[in-house]
């Protein structure tokens, strides 16, 4: 072969090379940018769970089972004094409503079993130790369940998450476990 017949193999596969190096870089940008998305939607997710939690929260210490009511909770998650999600938080919903024994408190040990303790109908009988609490009579509490559901939606990031909490709570005998709305008559 003679020299002049090779003078553009070089640049041909210079070329080729030079396309698959494009072809690689464009690839890697590709998947970088959709690894950056993928992690910013579970950031946007964690943080619309932690707004639910956060209104849970706030519901769970106030005195909710006198009125169970619909509650909306917004959060400033990054402090720039603009509002980024708003929590909804569904009216508490009583799931059960379980009359507590004498039994079940523990007065010496737990203060607000000491309001539930009710008195018995026994006399003294003069054995020491006799208090006149009958040990399986009916207290003064109850023991309701109730469920409450927070959800989330944000409409510049489609993030949305429905978060249910579960919770015992002792309430005063003449609670009402109701699920929202009117109370029952």
Not at 23 to 34: E, F, H, K, R
Not at 48 to 76: K, L, R
Not at 132 to 139: D, E, K
Request: hydrophobic share 40%; glycine share 8%; with cysteine.
């Amino acid at each position: 072969m003679s020299p002049n017949k090779q003078q553009g193999s070089t640049l041909i596969v210079a070329l080729i090379m030079l396309v698959l190096l494009t072809l690689v870089a464009v690839s890697a940008i590709n998947s970088t940018t959709t690894s950056l998305q993928i992690v910013g939607n579970a950031q946007f997710r964690e943080e619309a769970g932690s707004v639910a939690q956060s209104a849970i929260e706030q519901v769970i210490s106030t005195n909710f089972t006198a009125s169970p009511v619909v509650a909306t909770i917004s959060v400033d998650i990054n402090k720039d004094g603009r509002v980024d999600y708003s929590g909804q938080v569904s009216a508490p919903v009583c799931t059960s409503s379980i009359a507590l024994t004498n039994d079940q408190l523990h007065p010496l040990t737990v203060a607000a079993d000491q309001a539930c303790v009710s008195s018995g109908q026994t006399t003294s009988t003069g054995i020491v130790g006799a208090s006149g609490v009958t040990a399986t009579g009916q207290s003064w509490c109850y023991k309701q369940s109730w469920d409450i559901q927070a959800s989330v939606a944000d409409a510049n990031t489609g993030a949305n998450t429905v978060v249910h909490q579960g919770l015992y709570i002792r309430v005063p005998t003449g609670t009402n476990c109701w699920s929202g709305g009117a109370p029952p008559i």
